[in-house]
């Protein structure tokens, strides 16, 4: 039996991340921003959370946009995990150097797991959701953010056309990323109740593609592909894939942009008491007479 397709080198991304955790509080824009957003997407849900596990904690941004908030009243014990020790270095809390591909948590440890910015990296991803939501007591919560599949586009289209250009075909530089849909469908597969996805995108100015790519690596978010072309890119390949980059991705005033879609995942461990939908035709009562209104036919058959 066939094992999940070896999509990323977790080993040189663990690397990377470790080599970027100096200098990460300078450059973790984004991922302060999807903390952020976890920490409002706590605040309307009326129950506490004893025990709380943030998957991917990197610098601990959620701990951070967690503080001082109502929304930090709602938990008890906040733990930390991460691939990456260096990461999780100075940080006060309990914290365990953790591979999101083999959880080592027992089963019904905690009520609430946040993962904000680490999930795209894994290479079984609905393998990860079920060990998540296994993890998780009945009627537990799981709030994700993960790079979507419009992430980098301005980037990998003009990659792939300098090498193109140049050298008669390319290879893939940039890392892949997830669609919503599909998002949607794995939360469902890996067995979360009443699951909800939508979707953020956000828009980066930068003087010029290198400074986009120095980012990147600061962030430990370069490319680490299993696959990955064995020959580097050239100088060459790079500075046309710079002139195509500003030639259809600049603005006005020469600054190039960079996208970056961030998806947002919510579900709930199954739980006897949770809502569930009704069965197609067991309404009593016609949305016609709730709205007041004439009902159109639309030429189906009446049933019995």
């Given at each position: 039996m066939?094992?999940p397709?070896r999509i990323?080198?977790r080993f040189?991304h663990?690397?990377?991340l470790?080599?970027?955790?100096?200098?990460?509080?300078?450059?973790?824009?984004?991922k302060?921003?999807?903390a952020?957003?976890?920490?409002a997407?706590l605040?309307?849900?009326r129950?506490?959370?004893?025990?709380?596990?943030?998957l991917?904690a990197?610098?601990?941004?959620?701990?951070?946009?967690?503080h001082a908030?109502p929304?930090?009243?709602?938990?008890?014990?906040l733990f930390?995990?991460?691939?990456s020790?260096?990461?999780?270095?100075?940080?006060?809390g309990?914290?365990?150097v953790?591979?999101?591909e083999r959880l080592?948590?027992?089963?019904a440890?905690?009520?609430?797991?946040?993962?904000?910015?680490?999930l795209?990296?894994?290479?079984?991803?609905?393998g990860t959701?079920i060990q998540?939501?296994?993890i998780?007591?009945?009627?537990?919560?799981?709030l994700?953010?993960?790079?979507?599949g419009a992430t980098?586009?301005?980037?990998?289209?003009?990659?792939?056309a300098?090498?193109?250009?140049?050298l008669?075909g390319?290879?893939p530089r940039?890392s892949?990323?997830v669609?919503a849909?599909d998002a949607?469908?794995?939360l469902?597969?890996?067995?979360?109740a009443l699951?909800?996805?939508?979707?953020?995108?956000?828009?980066?100015?930068y003087?010029?593609?290198?400074a986009?790519?120095?980012?990147?690596?600061?962030?430990?978010?370069?490319?680490?592909?299993?696959d990955?072309?064995?020959?580097?890119?050239?100088?060459?390949?790079?500075?046309?894939?710079?002139?195509?980059?500003g030639?259809?991705?600049?603005?006005?005033?020469?600054?190039?942009?960079a996208t970056?879609?961030?998806?947002?995942?919510?579900?709930w461990?199954?739980?006897p008491?949770?809502p569930?939908?009704?069965r197609p035709?067991?309404?009593?009562?016609?949305?016609?007479d709730?709205?007041r209104?004439?009902?159109?036919?639309?030429g189906?058959p009446?049933?019995?």
């Amino acid at each position: 039996m066939t094992g999940p397709p070896r999509i990323f080198d977790r080993f040189l991304h663990a690397k990377r991340l470790t080599r970027a955790a100096g200098a990460y509080p300078k450059v973790n824009f984004l991922k302060r921003l999807a903390a952020e957003d976890l920490v409002a997407r706590l605040g309307p849900i009326r129950r506490d959370f004893a025990r709380a596990l943030d998957l991917g904690a990197r610098d601990g941004s959620f701990a951070q946009a967690l503080h001082a908030t109502p929304a930090a009243l709602k938990l008890g014990r906040l733990f930390e995990a991460d691939l990456s020790l260096a990461m999780l270095a100075n940080r006060g809390g309990p914290s365990v150097v953790a591979d999101e591909e083999r959880l080592p948590f027992a089963p019904a440890r905690f009520d609430l797991v946040v993962s904000s910015l680490g999930l795209h990296w894994v290479n079984d991803l609905i393998g990860t959701l079920i060990q998540i939501r296994s993890i998780l007591r009945p009627d537990g919560l799981f709030l994700g953010a993960l790079l979507g599949g419009a992430t980098l586009t301005e980037l990998r289209t003009s990659l792939m056309a300098a090498e193109t250009e140049l050298l008669g075909g390319a290879g893939p530089r940039v890392s892949p990323f997830v669609d919503a849909i599909d998002a949607g469908a794995l939360l469902q597969r890996s067995g979360f109740a009443l699951p909800v996805v939508d979707t953020d995108r956000i828009t980066v100015r930068y003087k010029q593609p290198f400074a986009l790519m120095r980012e990147l690596r600061a962030m430990g978010e370069a490319s680490a592909l299993f696959d990955a072309p064995l020959k580097p890119l050239t100088r060459r390949v790079l500075s046309r894939a710079c002139e195509i980059y500003g030639e259809r991705f600049a603005a006005p005033d020469g600054r190039i942009t960079a996208t970056f879609e961030i998806i947002n995942l919510t579900g709930w461990a199954p739980h006897p008491d949770q809502p569930r939908p009704l069965r197609p035709g067991s309404a009593r009562t016609r949305l016609a007479d709730a709205l007041r209104t004439a009902e159109q036919s639309a030429g189906e058959p009446t049933r019995p």
